[in-house]
């Protein structure tokens, strides 16, 4: 087989990948973590990580992640920082594209995660990780006692603003419309609940703050009188939606209408016999690090035993 060839290839390097990998490694199949554009995933993107167990302190999460690889490498994990830009699962050896190398694989596993939808601000890139965050359950407990801006009006932003009530003294939810789109259920929860407060047909157009200080304020449109007004806040969750990574596999793995991919109930097998999926990429619930490790582990357990019965039956023709 050519150089390139790898019994496992998993695409993708967070908390899922990395785990698939650790797994696959341990079986002795040398697995291939092509990286993608953000190693390590979205926990690189956040701060503390206090509720993945094993780790009373806390730790933070880009710290997490090197030690999920280092355990990879470890049992002899391949690494390579590449983005994959196609793939073609119609028939075995499935083949890679990427930036750098084309590469060939007996099994595949999915894990490129999902990623948080943003307003698009330049200033809520500056400011992520330094008082704005898409994740509640990461982050919700460093706003202890503080006031916080939820923006969104669907499902994830009434979770979010409910769990942060947990920690915050006064959560307001920024909402572009004059109703949410969030079920009755979790919105009676928001609405009932008296730490929260909701502002209607807005946009926040400017996050003001630095590195030092934190988030201090922010600009409010609203969008019916146009008028602009400052707002003191000491946190922004964006809770706009997420998007699983899946666009290069439209048309090539059965997905969700939602985007997410599909898989047999209980196992990571998708609906190509030899593709795997994994983590946030299959998972618009929990999305934790925890449940994408869980699964990670399936996929790579999955692909070995898919493996064993490849062999077989070509050692039994
Ligand atoms: P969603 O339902 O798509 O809602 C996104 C919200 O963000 C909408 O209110 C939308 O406004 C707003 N929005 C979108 N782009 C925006 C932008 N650029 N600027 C400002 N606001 C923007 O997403 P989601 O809340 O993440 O929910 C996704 C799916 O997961 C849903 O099916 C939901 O039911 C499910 N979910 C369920 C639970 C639960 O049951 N516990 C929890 C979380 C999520 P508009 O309303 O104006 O479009």
């Given at each position: 087989m050519a150089e390139n060839h790898h019994k496992v290839v998993i695409i993708g390097s967070g908390p899922a990948g990395w785990t698939a990998a650790i797994y696959a490694a341990r079986a002795n199949l040398a697995p291939l973590v092509l990286q993608g554009t953000q190693p390590g995933g979205q926990l690189t993107i956040t701060t503390d990580v206090e509720n993945f167990p094993g780790f009373p302190e806390g730790i933070m999460g880009p710290e997490l992640m090197e030690k999920f690889q280092a355990q990879a490498e470890r049992f002899g994990t391949q690494v390579i920082y590449d983005t994959v830009t196609e793939v073609d699962v119609s028939k075995r050896p499935f083949k890679v594209v990427a930036d750098d190398g084309t590469y060939t694989a007996d099994t595949l596993i999915v894990a490129t995660g999902a990623s948080a939808k943003w307003i698009g601000l330049e200033s809520e890139q500056k400011l992520l990780g330094h008082g704005v965050s898409s994740c509640a359950t990461c982050d919700g407990a460093f706003f202890r006692n503080k006031e916080v801006l939820v923006v969104g009006g669907g499902d994830t932003a009434m979770e979010e603003a409910n769990f942060l009530t947990r920690f915050c003294s006064k959560v307001v939810v920024v909402h572009r419309r004059d109703s949410l789109r969030a079920s009755k259920i979790m919105q009676e929860r928001a609405f009932a609940n008296p730490k929260i407060e909701f502002i209607w047909d807005t946009a926040v157009e400017e996050i003001i703050g630095s590195k030092e200080t934190g988030v201090t304020s922010v600009t409010l449109k609203n969008l019916k009188t146009d008028e602009v007004k400052s707002f003191p806040t000491q946190g922004v969750f964006v809770a706009i939606g997420h998007q699983p990574n899946t666009s290069i596999f439209e048309g090539k793995l059965d997905l969700h209408a939602n985007g997410y991919m599909k898989v047999k109930p209980g196992t990571?097998?998708?609906?190509?016999?030899g593709v795997f999926a994994c983590g946030d990429v299959i998972d618009h619930h929990y999305r934790q690090a925890i449940t994408a490790a869980g699964t990670g582990c399936m996929a790579a357990m999955d692909a070995e035993k898919y493996l064993e019965a490849l062999e077989m039956s070509v050692a039994s023709v």
């Open positions: 990571a097998g998708t609906n190509v016999e």
